[in-house]
């Protein structure tokens, strides 16, 4: 029997539709992503954290789900929405559909939407806050409740996402025809996670990560991972964790960066006494502006030790700076966005989700200059130290699933640690 499921806005506009994932009502700020795959990365994003995402694309689902796409040690949206979620999924390597996937980790969402319909209002009105029910579809009891959804600006939610003591990361990249090679040999493994992370986060590394990821049931020991071990480690990076995903670590460790991931809340001295050849600030969720603890950690290592901030990390790196972020109407989120590298010219289509962004204006008096720009909107998405080894951009340079145009900004990071004196990882290895 269909259930029915409604999603009622702040601004009262109604759409109705049917019960997708976990029964149940959820709230969140309504956002709107135009990716057309990669709705298993984005579920397992921690940038997503209190929101709810609206899929612009028809169907979603047609690939299932895996035990390898994941970015986190388990899904962050608040809840999804969808013109029509794919009951049979058409993939070797799903182990699940959507709707079994967002059951399993107590989803609420909902299908059968206008999604074109809904893009718009919300393009045109700017995203808000909405709640999806399954078990209380009276539109006016949804709309006196939808008043009382907490806004996301001036919320801290980094420290719902971070780890709660640092770990050490050692899984390089994807290498296609690696994955799933138990799978394909009989044995099983679930949807929910990789087994090979369980084994490394289930002794308590990040908060809460032994519960998603179920442990390896086959007689090895450890289970055929399609993920290649690194390269010998050149360098010591501490990254920041305010909601860091997963392909991040891989493509640092791909490089050769021995990697450790630390809270947000680390302060500056405990990280320079990990003597880092370069410092990275992750991406995350919500307003940065309220995370003033990583705020002031950045702004006492800028000048000492070469820094990468993305997204997040980004605005962070701006705060620290000493300028200023605001809220976008309907904010950046999908995998097609045009990005200008004011430096060389070129034009990059790039993998973005974020509410927030710099005002570039409040960093020109303070030796920052802005090196890349939406060719959308034209705000900021790039900024870079006249003097000290420092920058960042807005969008997502490792973009799992893709686009890749950026990937070379890791390698701009390993350029700007190797000009420094003999890499610290190398003296202490």
């Known amino acids: 029997m269909v ?11 109604v759409f109705r539709g049917e019960a997708l994932g976990a029964v149940g009502e959820t709230s969140g700020e309504v956002i709107f992503n135009t990716a057309m795959q990669g709705y298993q990365e984005i579920l397992t994003d921690p940038s997503y954290r209190g929101q709810i995402v609206v899929m612009t694309y028809p169907m979603i689902g047609n690939y299932g789900l895996n035990d390898e796409d994941v970015e986190s040690r388990r899904p962050w949206v608040n809840g999804l929405v969808v013109r029509e ?14 709707d079994e996937y967002l059951r399993a980790h107590g989803i609420v969402a909902i299908q059968g939407v206008d999604t074109r319909a809904l893009t718009r209002h919300l393009r045109d009105g700017g995203a808000q806050d909405g709640i999806i029910s399954s078990v209380d579809t009276g539109v006016e009891r949804l709309r006196a409740r939808v008043g009382q959804v907490p806004r996301l600006m001036g919320r801290d939610l980094v420290r719902d996402v971070t780890v709660e003591r640092p770990f050490a990361w050692s899984e390089s990249t994807w290498q296609p025809g690696r994955g ?20 490394r986060w289930g002794r308590g590394s990040p908060r ?18 399609p993920y290649v071990a690194p390269p010998p480690a050149r360098f010591r990076v501490v990254a920041y964790d305010s909601g860091i995903k ?21 302060p500056a ?53 000493g300028g200023r972020t605001y809220k976008l109407p309907f904010g950046h989120h999908g995998a097609n966005h045009p990005v200008k590298d004011l430096t060389t010219g070129r034009i990059e289509i790039t ?14 008096a303070h030796g920052w200059e802005v090196t890349h720009v939406n060719l959308n909107d034209g705000t900021c998405e790039g900024l870079r130290h006249r003097e000290w080894p420092a920058f960042s951009v807005q969008y997502h340079p490792e973009a799992s699933p893709g686009p ?6 890791f390698h701009r990071f390993l350029e700007m640690m190797s000009c420094r004196d003999a890499p610290t990882s190398a003296r202490s290895s």
């Open 180 to 199: 799933d090679v138990a799978c394909r040999n009989g044995e099983s493994r679930s949807a929910t996670g990789s087994p090979g992370r369980s084994e």
């Open 404 to 409: 890749h145009d950026a990937h070379h900004l």
């Open 351 to 364: 993998a973005q989700n974020h509410g927030f962004a710099v005002d570039a204006a409040s960093l020109a």
């Open 269 to 321: 001295e405990a990280v320079l006494e990990r003597q880092p050849d370069g410092v990275f600030l992750s991406n995350g969720p919500g307003d940065p502006e309220p995370v003033t603890y990583l705020v002031e950690a950045t702004r006492r290592l800028l000048g000492r030790v070469p820094i990468f901030g993305i997204c997040l990390g980004h605005q962070i790196l701006g705060l620290a700076a």
């Open 208 to 225: 809460g990560a032994s519960a998603p990821f179920v442990r390896w049931s086959g007689a090895m020991s450890r289970p055929p991972t």
């Open 3 to 13: 259930r029915r499921a409604v999603l009622v806005l702040r601004d009262g506009r």
């Open 85 to 98: 979620a794919a009951s049979v999924p058409s993939n070797f390597r799903a182990r699940s559909s959507l």
């Open 246 to 266: 997963l392909e991040i670590l891989r493509q640092l460790a791909a490089l050769g960066c021995d990697v450790m991931v630390v809270p947000a809340a680390t």
